[in-house]
């Protein structure tokens, strides 16, 4: 249940950001919980593989360099979900990428831990 919570807030995430940043653009909220779903397999499958490989930079940086992990996730994932769902540039990846993880941070500590 909290993994299919966490694809939602992801969806919901998407659709707030693609309103406020003009660099992402989601066609429907459809799409977004599909982008979410992608998002989520990549995390699991292709993210422990690069951190693995990265791990040295990351210690040199100190947890940092996982916020370029997470940018290139979600480069994979507008890779391939095509037109429904695209970001411009790497920088506004980025931007996502740390902004999902506050926003993914602050709901994990005060309401869904709660339950």
């Known amino acids: 249940m909290g993994w299919l919570v966490g694809v939602l807030i992801n969806a919901i995430l998407f659709v707030a950001l693609a309103g406020y940043f003009p660099g992402l653009h989601v066609d429907s909220f459809f799409h977004a919980v599909i982008a979410s779903l992608v998002l989520s397999v990549l ?17 040199i940086s100190l947890g940092l360099f ?50």
């Open 43 to 59: 995390n699991g499958i292709v993210r422990p593989i690069l951190v693995l490989l990265t791990l040295p930079i990351t210690m």
């Open 66 to 115: 996982l916020f370029v992990i997470n940018a290139a996730t979600l480069l994979m994932t507008d890779s391939i979900m095509g037109y429904a769902f695209e970001i411009e540039s790497f920088g506004l990846a980025l931007v996502i990428a740390v902004l999902m993880a506050l926003v993914n941070m602050v709901l994990y500590a005060t309401i869904l831990r709660r339950r």
